[in-house]
């Protein structure tokens, strides 16, 4: 049966006796056990549900019953998935008031699981698939989905999924949840929301022989093919959701690079894995300062990975000390970056173009302990997906270094995190400023207990499309990310940094958003970017926009 999204209660084309069944279709009408009485009879519901009108607090009780009681985390998401799939309202409700429990489970690290087995959990479809079989015909694919107001559009091509590589059609989970975070943390309304994977295919030979595979069972799209097929995405994009932000997600960095680079000036666009890394990374940087007495001008990066999170880290760290007047040359001159060959440096000539601007004069240095033995910086930031690279020796020798070394092990998942919290304050001595890209749990020493923040993306990326939304703005510029991140860092409180969290409760979330939103969507003003009048309260018009989950009355 073919559900329409917004069913109208007052259409009188609908009979009385099929409007109820067709409501409780509806996952976005949806109220389930409850509906009230009076709704239940005018509704054509009579019969249809257990006489009980259940009020939302025991729907929750009951879903949070039933998620806590499922054996593992793989189906406590399905669990999650499949409420998002029968009431919309009520997913938001139990997800929003309970952020700290249900984010780790509809977003990573539980996401990254549930992508591995996508066409083995799959339920009901989600989002829109583009295929190749498709080229010519994008335009109709986007007039499938049945409401024509899409204001942010997440897509992936399922190149680089979290740390997990090439999954293919698989990657569909990613979109959706990343989604799902912009109405939980920022309040987009869920119906302007629309999940895209570009499935060009998989290079993933475990993929192509699972006979429950629900993609296109062929290698990857390289080339002018995969690009004209991008083109006609972005094109047919902008026909048919004139007013959509697109946010590109775990693209391998071959692909997102360039793809950001082709369209940052021709669409309103972000790359969350390069642009959105780096707010929230230099968030954090931007926090620990307070901790460290080290203004950001002061400090010198040393970063472990030269990817799309490092190089989009260490562009924005350039824009920050920029603002403060240092010239761009000595700003880039204060990042340092290794790869898995060795450190980026002039004389290599193996480099790739987003890394060259970062390729100082420099000896060759083989291995991370001896670049950070002669570089001597003050702020080590992992993120080259790999395991275990901060050894105890390069955590010592940053204490050494430094009297409050910064130590980011950004890589996700949990697994592949360059150190764990517990290892970076041992081995500093409980002296390391210290953030994670996958949660860790608080870490006690003596009598210390230290918190460690989480650098999690969805500080940024929700507010961000937020404020785009709020301000009509036609581009993103990375002034946005810029003010995002000074806004982020300004949310901290002194009981954040007195434990050691660089970053706000996660129970502030909403309103960190709303703020990081203003100040988007008043860069968009400053810069004639915007397609709305600017209001005169920023903040109260940002908040006004907010989606709250919560049931109408129908009659
Ligand atoms: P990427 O594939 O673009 O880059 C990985 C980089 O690491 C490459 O430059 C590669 O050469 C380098 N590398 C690999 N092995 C290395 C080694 N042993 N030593 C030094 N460098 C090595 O990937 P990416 O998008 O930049 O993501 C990298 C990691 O960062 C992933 O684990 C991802 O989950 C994580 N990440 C975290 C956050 C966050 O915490 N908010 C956000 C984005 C990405």
């Known amino acids: 049966m073919i559900v329409p999204r917004f069913l109208d209660v007052a259409d009188e084309t609908i009979r009385p006796a099929e409007m109820g069944i067709r409501l409780l279709h509806d996952p976005v009408m949806n109220k389930g056990s409850a509906f009230s009485l009076e ?15 259940s009020t939302i607090e025991e729907q929750i009780a009951r879903v949070l019953g039933n998620v806590r009681a499922q054996p593992d985390d793989l189906r406590r998401y399905v669990e999650m998935i499949s409420l998002l799939d029968r009431n919309e309202t009520l997913f938001y409700k139990v997800v929003m008031e309970n952020l700290e429990e249900m984010m780790p489970i509809i977003y990573t690290p539980v996401v990254g699981k549930a992508c591995q087995v996508y066409g083995h959990i799959f339920r009901r479809p989600r989002g829109l698939f583009i295929t190749r079989r498709e080229r010519g015909r994008v335009r109709e694919v986007l007039r499938h989905w049945p409401n024509r107001g899409v204001r942010v559009i997440v897509v992936t091509d399922g190149e680089r999924i979290l740390g997990l590589g090439d999954l293919g059609a698989n990657g569909m989970g990613i979109p959706v949840g990343k989604l799902s975070l912009y109405t939980a943390c920022a309040g987009v309304h869920p119906a302007v929301t629309l999940p895209i994977t570009l499935d060009v295919g998989t290079n993933s030979a475990e993929l192509l022989a699972d006979p429950l595979y629900l993609g296109m069972r062929e290698n990857r799209l390289r080339g002018a093919d995969y690009d004209e097929l991008v083109e006609e995405f972005v094109l047919a994009v902008q026909e048919v959701f004139p007013h959509a932000l697109i946010q590109w997600e775990d693209f391998a960095n071959h692909n997102a690079f360039r ?19 780096a707010a929230v990374t230099l968030a954090g940087l931007c926090s620990s300062a307070a901790l460290t007495g080290l203004p950001l001008k002061e400090q010198r990066f ?35 970056f290794m790869d898995s060959k060795a450190l980026v440096e002039s004389t290599r000539r193996d480099l790739q173009e987003h890394k060259r601007a970062f390729a100082h004069d420099h000896a060759p240095i083989a291995d991370l302990a001896s670049a950070v033995r002669e570089l001597k910086p003050t702020a080590l930031i992992g993120v080259s997906g790999k395991k275990g690279q901060f050894t105890r020796e390069i955590v010592a020798e940053m204490a050494r270094l430094n009297r409050r070394p910064v130590i980011f092990a950004l ?24 953030a994670s890209g996958s949660p860790f749990g608080p870490v006690r020493r003596g009598d210390q207990t230290f918190v460690p923040g989480q650098g999690n993306n969805a500080y940024i990326f929700p507010g961000v ?5 709020a301000s009509g703005a036609s581009r993103v510029i990375p002034e946005m990310f810029l003010e995002a991140a000074r806004t982020l ?21 909403q309103d960190v958003s709303a703020r990081i939103a203003a100040v988007v969507a008043e860069a968009a003003h400053a810069r004639g970017l915007a397609g709305e009048p600017r209001p005169e309260d920023m903040l109260a018009h940002v908040r006004s926009l907010q989606y709250v989950p919560a049931y109408k009355t129908y009659v």
Request: proline share 4%; net charge negative; with cysteine.
């Open 465 to 469: 499309g937020l404020g785009v939304i």
């Open 411 to 434: 890589s996700n998942p949990t697994d592949n995190s360059e150190c764990t919290a517990e290892q970076a304050y041992a081995w500093s001595e409980g002296r390391a400023v210290f």
């Open 489 to 509: 860092a300004a949310c901290a409180t002194k009981e954040d940094l007195a434990v050691g969290r660089l970053y706000p409760a996660l129970s502030r979330i």
């Open 39 to 53: 709704e239940r009879r005018r509704l054509g519901l009579l019969g249809l549900l257990p006489p009980h009108v």
């Open 259 to 277: 793809v950001l680079e082709t369209y940052k000036d021709r669409a309103c666009t972000f790359n969350d894995d390069v642009q959105g890394t």
């Open 302 to 336: 040393l970063f472990c990975g030269a990817g799309e999170a490092a190089i989009g880290i260490g562009e924005l760290i350039v824009a920050a000390l920029a603002a403060e007047g240092l010239p761009k040359a000595e700003a880039a001159a204060r990042c340092w």
